[in-house]
C-alpha cells in the first residue's frame, strides 16, 4: 500500500494542494502533477542541471528535491519570470538576443542559474559566469552564447 499526504507548494506566486507519495521529487510535481512542463527532465541524477528551478530564492534541482521538502517554501520555475503580461525576464531577453540556445532543451535551468547568478553578484566577468553556470550542461555547446547572454543581462542590471 502507498501512502500518500497532502502537500501544499506555493509556485510561481500561486498555492497547489496536492495529495502526493512523500518520495515524489519536486521536479515530478511539477511536470506530472501540476503540468508545469517548462522545468526539463535531463539527467535524473542532478548532473545536468536542467531541471534548475528557485526555492526561497536559491537555486534548487528539482530531480534532487521531494516535493514535501519544498512545502511552505516560495518555488519559482521557469514560466513565473515571464511577467504576466508576457514580457520575457531580462535574462530570457537576453538569451534571445545572443542566441544562447540551440535545441532549447536546457535553456530554462540555464536561464534559471543565469537569474541566479546575476542576483547573487558571479556575474563580474566570463570566467566567473562560467565557473557558477558549470553545473548547467548545454550537448549543443552554445556555451559561448550563453555566457554573453549572462553578461549582456548582467549589465544592463548594473
Not at 9 to 25: D, K
Not at 65 to 91: F, S
Request: proline fraction near 4%; hydrophobic fraction near 35%.
Amino acid at each position: 500500500m502507498v501512502s500518500v499526504r497532502p502537500v501544499k507548494l506555493h509556485i510561481n506566486g500561486e498555492e497547489h494542494a496536492l495529495t502526493l507519495e512523500p518520495r515524489v521529487t519536486l521536479l515530478d510535481a511539477l511536470r506530472e502533477h501540476l503540468h508545469l512542463t517548462g522545468t526539463k527532465k535531463g539527467c535524473d541524477q542532478g548532473q545536468c542541471g536542467a531541471c534548475t528551478v528557485h526555492v526561497d530564492g536559491e537555486r534548487v534541482l528539482a530531480c534532487l528535491t521531494l516535493a514535501v521538502q519544498a512545502e511552505g517554501c516560495a518555488i519559482t520555475t521557469i514560466e513565473g519570470l515571464t511577467a504576466p503580461d508576457g514580457t520575457p525576464h531580462p535574462v530570457q531577453q537576453a538569451f534571445m538576443e545572443e542566441d544562447a540556445f540551440q535545441c532549447g532543451y536546457c535553456t530554462p535551468g540555464q536561464i534559471m542559474s543565469a537569474v541566479a547568478c546575476i542576483r547573487e553578484g558571479h556575474a563580474g566577468s566570463d570566467d566567473e559566469i562560467r565557473e557558477f553556470m558549470a553545473g548547467n550542461l548545454c550537448r549543443c555547446g552554445a556555451y559561448p552564447n550563453i555566457v554573453s547572454a549572462v553578461r549582456k543581462a548582467a549589465e544592463a542590471a548594473s
